[in-house]
């Protein structure tokens, strides 16, 4: 019998489970078989429902079992109910991804955006034809309250700000390295010492609302503020300015890894300590089982976890 366990104005909602099956079944042993359960327990509960609603409920009528006009304005109620509370159960093992059709919006850096998206449009392209995505970049304070309200449905990036009221899942780590363009006259190929670093003008950029802001933290605690020759609002940009120039550059490895036969860079390890990228995932708890982001949140860490340009180098 189905384990309900609930009591409403003391009945047991078990026995409105009793009372459906009786109603739709006419007899008490198919009801108790749709029940697993006894013969005797489906009338015992038949019993106890007829104590507490003072009415017969159902009487034998030809071998079966005929209910009374009270327990037809009863299952108006008791029935329509169960049948709600079953397709509401049935919403959750509905979700096909061959045949959904929908849009995810993503909070994402730009750096995510080239890197981490393609392989997510990949994994999806044949698995998923009918699903679609929407990327946007928010400030801080304001992500956390777009997933609690399902406006976003993930946040994705090293965003170590990110904590309390949301669940977070570990995609990949990387290191940040130096890039210089090919050729640079101040630089070796292969290695940048400290002090070539730190004498060579910069190409920073903000990335404001991610952990980012590392990177020109770091480079004015080592007093670079006057070798900083352009700020820019993203990373995305940087491979191309250092390739068409003799500024240098700090990025997250996979960015440079994926621009290096795009532009004419050199990625170098870097000279100063600066900690590791820890890219994640985010999403509210709220969304924790709702199956389609389940398959997202499943789907994107597959996706990552097939990319070899994310995996961290040998060595590391």
């Known amino acids: 019998m189905l384990d309900i366990l609930a009591m409403n104005n003391n009945i047991d909602l078990n026995l409105l489970v009793v009372f459906d099956a009786v109603w739709r079944h006419r007899r008490i042993l198919r009801a108790a078989a749709e029940l697993n359960a006894s013969q005797p327990t489906v009338s015992n509960a038949l019993r106890r429902l007829r104590d507490f609603t003072g009415d017969a409920l159902f009487v034998r009528s030809g071998g079966g079992m005929e209910p009374t006009p009270f327990a037809e304005r009863l299952a108006a109620h008791w029935c329509d109910g169960l049948n709600s509370v079953r397709r509401g159960l049935a919403m959750r093992s509905d979700f096909d991804i061959a045949t959904e059709k929908r849009t995810f919006t993503v909070v994402m850096s730009d750096i995510a955006e080239a890197v981490i998206l393609p392989h997510l449009l990949n994994a999806c392209r044949e698995s998923a034809p009918g699903i679609f995505f929407s990327t946007m970049q928010l400030p801080m304070e304001q992500t956390l309250p777009a997933l609690r309200t399902g406006a976003i449905d993930l946040a994705v990036g090293y965003i170590p700000e990110l904590r309390s009221g949301v669940k977070q899942q570990l995609l990949f780590e990387a290191d940040y390295v130096a890039l210089a363009r090919r050729g640079h006259p101040g630089v070796k190929q292969s290695a940048m010492s400290k002090e070539v670093f730190l004498r060579e003008r910069h190409a920073v950029a903000r990335a404001e609302g991610t952990g980012h802001a590392i990177v020109e933290r770091t480079l004015r605690r080592h007093g670079l503020d006057s070798r900083i020759a352009v700020l820019v609002p993203h990373f995305l940009a940087l491979p191309a ?39 994640r995932q985010f999403w509210h708890e709220r969304f924790d089982a709702e199956p389609a982001l389940m398959w997202l949140r499943m789907t994107l860490k597959a996706a990552v976890a097939n990319a070899s340009q994310l995996r961290p180098p040998r060595g590391n």
Do not use: N, W, Y
């Open 241 to 279: 300015i250092v390739a068409s120039s003799d500024l240098v550059a700090t990025v997250p490895r996979p960015l440079g890894v994926l621009m290096a036969d795009a532009v004419s860079i050199q990625i170098l390890p870097h000279p100063l300590k600066l900690p590791k990228l820890v890219i």
